[in-house]
């Protein structure tokens, strides 16, 4: 319903994640959603001697006047050029067989998403190793495909996942949709008040306002509260 309301409504043709994430959360873990049959998995994500933190750039983002959905219509492209209904199914080998007959941005937005779907599998592994660090390249990674391959990100969100790399934060990326919003940040324990200040003194000397600052607890999702 949440999803459709979406669709129908706001005029963001979204997927799932969000939602599922609110009702299916749980407690010092992470899901990964397989989005096509909605089957899921819970990873352990206990934080002993991290922490996350949420770092609002306080840009607004309109999903539905921004590219979001341009994004989308990229990727059914490059999906029917290969003969598959989603990139689910794609892999790089695949993608550059048909670079030549597909445009340079169809290009770029699929490789994106190819190169995130395994990135969430790598991720997966490393949680259940406890690969704190493994997992935060990982995040500077997808930052990265975001900002130069799919085109989400903007300058401050850019800016603020510099600073995090300056102040060797072990993973920042864009959360959310993109086009403004908020970096996460995964984090030592020991460098988080230097962080705080380095980013909140920062980002207000190059754009005149503070960014917003927000603790993250993994906690389980919507339920009846007795």
Known sequence: IGQSTEHNYCGVN???????????????????????????????????????????????????????????????????????????????????AVKADISAEDYMRAKFVIEEKERVLDVCEALNRGDIETVGKLMYATHHGLSKDYEVSCEELDYLNDIAKECRVTGSRIMGGGFGGCTINLMADGIYDNFIATVTEKFNARYGHQPKIYDVVISDGARRVE
Do not use: W
């Open 14 to 96: 979204c997927g799932i994640m969000d939602q599922f994430a609110s009702v299916f959360g749980k407690k010092d873990c992470l899901i990964r959603l397989d989005c096509r049959s909605l089957e899921f998995e819970y990873f352990p994500f206990k934080l002993d001697g991290y922490r996350l933190v949420l770092v609002d750039s306080v840009v607004k983002h309109e999903l539905v006047d921004s590219p979001y959905n341009k994004r989308r219509q990229s990727c059914e492209n490059v999906a029917r050029r290969l003969g598959i209904d989603t990139l689910r199914d794609a892999d790089m080998e695949m993608l550059d």
